[in-house]
């Protein structure tokens, strides 16, 4: 063994250095986790007011899918030049700014009048907030090693399943609400007050967030220096061995893999996301409401502890690589068996099949984004991780059109159709995800280290 890879051995190992992880996971993660709970509950609550808005606006499902998908349009085209501010005006300030831009938005959602506010108000949501989910992702980069990457990676992806098990709840209690105020109606009073939660949010993220391990005062002396050396060794090697600047970045092979992959993966978590609410209700029979939204809650909350078995798991190359591979296979198998579970009116398989795929999905995430913070740094993983995650968040938009197309092509009264053309691309994904064993980083064995 080199003296190099001994030195590199003990550095990771350092008793000062887990303090410090441990205590910049606790200082960190709690706002990080708020933010995104807030963010992911705000672009899909929509799902509970898709037949309000049809009866009380007249946006039809042609409309109310553009709307869902137009999103990630705004998302796309402002995710890389926000990225790239995020790294001129620092964590701190721009993702505080990211929420409460996107917070005044959401909360203008109670005053949609018809298809164009409605398709106008959803565009200017992903613009809002594009840049927020690649800046955490950055944000974490640049304070945890890749060594426990995929952990803070899923502790942040838990924002998801508990925005969904506590917000699906809030959302069907704040509709039930709102329609016993005269004058409103339930759904006004539910996108109102879910668009103020985002904009506290970021004035609390404001005071919390840190830049860098440099500028943190909870931190001791040999606590900063252990973290910022393990940090610069880990761009050392990225500098070495990855793309350099914005456009070797973006002509990156390796950065279009795993576009592709995490597309893909977009596709199965919106095409569910979206439509869960209405799909619990065509399972059990009855209408959108707290009801429904306790039973959309439960795959939510399976989610959590997938989320965190995965992340601990998966702390090899070759165990996030399996893992990847078997979950996205789980994610197709059980998007298919929810759709076969509905036609053939099976209520009670068809939640557990909703409950497997979102469990798959959910803990997929931390590992696909550890592969390209493992070789993108600076301006790189700006560019990098902004591209894959504006051009992957159009599966959000794909995802309702395909399965309203595949529905209409079909005439799929169920909308089983349409589900089976979202359980597809999830097998592609699995396929591409085994073949990330050609791929070869000097940060990777630092994580095997």
Known sequence: MSAASTSTRELLASPVLKSAISKASLRL?????????????????????????????????????????????????FEIPSNLLLTKFGAKIWLARISITWGIVSACFAFVQGETSFIILRFLLGVTEAGLFPGVIMFLAAWFPNKVRVKMFAIFYLAQP??????????????????????????QVMFFVEGSLAVVAGIAAFFFLINSPQDAKFLSKEEKV???????????????TGPRGILASMRSGRVWYFTVIYFCLQIAVYGVTFYLPQQVAQLTGQKVGFAVGLLAAIPWFFGIFACYFVGKAANTVALRRRWGTALFLSTGVC?????????????????ICITLAVCSFLAIGPICWSYPTAFLTGTAAAAGIGLINSLGNLGGFVAPILRTTVNQATASDTGTMGVYALGVLPFLAALMMFGTRAFSNKADELLDK
């Open 29 to 77: 993660m709690p706002m990080i986790v708020i933010l995104y709970v807030v963010s992911f509950l705000d672009r899909t609550n929509v799902g509970f007011a898709e037949a309000a808005l049809g009866v009380d606006k007249g946006i039809g499902a042609g409309a109310y899918a553009l709307g869902a998908g137009i999103f990630f349009i705004g998302y796309a085209l």
């Open 162 to 187: 508990l925005s969904q098990m506590l917000g699906a709840p809030l959302s069907g209690w704040l509709i039930n609400i709102g329609d016993q105020i005269p004058g409103v109606a339930g759904w």
């Open 226 to 240: 252990a973290l910022t050396d393990v940090m610069e060794l880990e761009d050392t090697v990225k500098e070495e």
């Open 335 to 351: 998007i298919f068996g929810s759709a076969w579970a509905g036609a053939n009116h099976l209520p009670a398989l068809g939640i």
